[in-house]
């Protein structure tokens, strides 16, 4: 699994049902992983567009 995956989906989806708040959690945490994995190509920088026709989709998954 990625840096990425193993934040987002291994790890922070535990503490939290909203997948924004999970992936945001993650990104320091990936950013943490590939300094000490001495990344030499710079922070992989992340991002997550959640638009608007998924985003009652994720909401009433948090609210589960």
Do not use: W, Y
């Amino acid at each position: 699994m990625t840096f990425s995956g193993c934040a987002v989906f291994d790890e922070q989806l535990h503490k939290t049902l909203s997948f924004e708040d999970a992936f945001n959690a993650a990104v320091p945490v990936i950013r943490q992983r590939e300094v000490e994995a001495k990344k030499d190509d710079g922070f992989s920088n992340p991002q997550l567009f959640v638009g608007e026709n998924i985003r009652g989709v994720l909401d009433e998954l948090a609210a589960r």
